[in-house]
Nanobody
Framework: QVQVVDFGGGLVQAGGSLKLYCTAS????????VGWYRQAAGKEFELVAS???????IYADSVKGRFTISRDNAKNTVYLQMNNLKPDDTAVYSC????????????????WGQGTQVTVSS
């Protein structure tokens, strides 16, 4: 079975850093596009950053210059390096990965990680 797991959240002070991980495993060849999303209390789900299989990236305006998304295809893993964190970054962060099943008969499909809490204090 295919599994996507995200982790790396925690409690940090404003100005600190965290690195989030999104890894896929199971009977897959690899992963295609991956997006990191977040939802803070009382706010709508938001795309934070995304990266294509080829490495093309997109960032939300609120995190540009502070967050960096990257990937290691050999490990089926995508990272989100978060620097200069702000209290407004507090949210549950979840990755969504399009996985490529092993073999040639199944089309890629998207799978969510379970979510990891990021809390930034003043």
């Amino acid at each position: 079975q295919v599994q996507v797991v995200d982790f790396g959240g925690g409690l940090v002070q404003a100005g600190g850093s965290l690195k989030l991980y999104c890894t896929a495993s199971g009977n897959i060849r690899g992963i295609n596009d991956v997006g990191w999303y977040r939802q803070a209390a009382g706010k709508e789900f938001e795309l934070v950053a995304s990266i294509t299989k080829g490495g093309v990236t997109i960032y939300a305006d609120s995190v540009k210059g502070r967050f960096t998304i990257s990937r290691d295809n050999a490990k089926n893993t995508v990272y989100l390096q978060m620097n200069n964190l702000k209290p407004d970054d507090t949210a549950v962060y979840s990755c969504n990965a399009e996985v490529v099943p092993f073999g040639g008969v199944y089309l890629p499909y998207k799978t969510w990680g379970q979510g990891t809490q990021v809390t930034v204090s003043s």
